[in-house]
């Protein structure tokens, strides 16, 4: 079955810990996408990768860092430099990054840091 | 720049109508329509490019006004299913990232 995977689903983090989220595609898409959802608001865009080795800053990417080393996978490191970090996760892949092509979901990973 | 989604919430009665707006104040390439059951991941509705063309899926439809920079999403003879947020997605310029919308929760009752 072709689908995105993150984990892991709940993660808890002490203050001043890096964490780091995994996301793996096997549907052979170019583009993958880390978005950050707050309760009751839409979907913040935080970094976005178009083809391996290459990604960019989303609208919030202050706090965070990706790597983009295999094209099936996309990992996300929350760091302690994030001032406000417990949030729900979502990744998500699409075949390119373009005006055309649906983003397809993995079912995120809901993050707590105190 | 965020697009702004009009009714904040609804509420239906099952077998009611429901319209959600989304409007940009930059020029849309394209619209994405997800909806969100609370706790999972988004899924996809639809995608609406540049053009004006309407689209439909079973009894949901959207269309895509390009003068206005608006898309309008149709729910027609809701379903309890149908409940959720549904947030768009717009595309402006050469951008290649999704700006959301904050969404709209939908709930439908009996």
């Known amino acids: 079955d072709g689908g995105i995977t993150q984990s892991p689903k709940y993660l808890f983090r002490k203050e001043g810990q890096n964490v780091t989220l995994s996301c793996e595609q096997n549907?052979?898409?170019?583009?993958m996408y880390w978005y950050r959802q707050d309760p009751g608001q839409g979907l913040r865009l935080i970094y976005y990768s178009q083809i391996v080795n290459d990604f960019q800053k989303g609208d919030i990417a202050e706090g965070y860092s990706v790597s983009r080393e295999k094209k099936e996978s996309f990992p996300l490191t929350v760091t302690s430099a994030q001032k406000n970090p417990t949030a729900f996760y979502l990744c998500?892949?699409?075949?390119?990054?373009?005006?055309?092509?649906?983003?397809?979901f993995g079912p995120g990973t809901r993050l707590t840091v105190t | 720049q965020q697009p702004v989604q009009s009714p904040q919430a609804v509420i239906l009665r099952e077998g009611e109508d429901a319209v959600i707006n989304c409007s940009s104040s930059?020029?849309?390439?394209?619209v994405h329509w997800y909806r969100q059951k609370h706790g999972e991941a988004p899924v996809f509705l639809m995608i609406l490019l540049k053009g004006g063309e309407q689209k439909g899926h079973e009894k949901i439809s959207a269309s895509f006004n390009e003068k206005k920079q608006q898309s309008s999403l149709y729910l027609t003879a809701s379903q309890l299913s149908y409940s959720g947020t549904y947030f768009c997605?717009?595309?402006?310029?050469?951008?290649?990232?999704?700006?959301f919308g904050t969404g709209t929760r939908l709930q439908v009752t009996l």
């Open positions: 930059k020029a849309l390439y394209s």
């Open positions: 998500a892949s699409s075949i390119l990054a373009s005006s055309g092509y649906e983003q397809y």
């Open positions: 549907l052979n898409h170019d583009a």
């Open positions: 997605g717009t595309l402006t310029g050469t951008a290649s990232k999704l700006t």
